[in-house]
């Protein structure tokens, strides 16, 4: 036998194994949630919910249509939702900017936890309340029908903060049925 043959047999074995461990999947793979990418104005379908986002707005303040109002650092999000084929909740939203994730304000009446029908779409607002520091950079919206998503699809949107304008105020829309 050739003295080389066995280190190049241990060199090809090394390779096969680095390629099987490189194409593993992780063990969280299993249960994952399936992504579906959106962009504003677009309407994009789920497994439960179907969702259009139409703006995305910051402001210094909001305000409601009830008389509540908060001062801070707000990122505001109009869509129309509604089911796929039964009764859903938009119950899952959240906003993720440079490692750090933010979950819906429920500090005002807004679309967040409404229950959503088909066929007929809701049109409202989704108000996360950031720290002072936090609109720049990207900021990736995440909507489900549950704050739990393994395995089920979610609404994702890219949002490129630096290029919002911050307005002094803004005011969350109401919730309201939407003509279809």
């Given at each position: 036998?050739k ?14 194994a680095?390629f ?18 959106t962009a504003v ?10 969702v259009?986002?139409l703006d995305v ?8 249509s009830n ?6 650092t ?5 869509l129309?939702?509604?089911?796929v084929t ?18 819906a ?8 936890s ?7 779409p ?5 108000a996360?309340e ?9 900021g ?7 704050g739990?998503?393994r395995?089920d ?26 003509t279809?």
């Open positions: 036998m003295k080389w043959l066995p280190w190049v047999a241990t060199f090809v074995l090394l390779v096969g680095w099987v461990q490189f194409l593993t999947p992780s063990d969280d793979a299993a249960s994952e949630p399936f992504i579906v990418a104005g677009s309407e994009t379908v789920g497994r439960e919910i179907v259009t986002v707005r910051a402001a210094s303040a909001v305000t409601s008389g509540w109002s908060a001062e801070g707000w990122l505001l999000v109009d129309k939702a509604e089911a039964t009764d859903s909740l938009l119950k899952g939203a959240t906003l993720t900017i440079g490692g750090r994730e933010f979950r304000s429920e500090r005002m009446d807004s679309i967040f409404t229950k959503l029908v088909p066929g007929i809701r049109t409202g607002t989704i996360f950031l720290p002072d520091d936090a609109l720049t950079g990207t990736i919206l995440h909507l489900s029908p549950s739990d998503t395995l699809s979610v609404i994702e949107l890219t949002i490129p903060l630096d290029e919002l304008t911050i307005s002094a105020e803004e005011s969350v829309h109401d919730t309201e049925w939407a279809p």
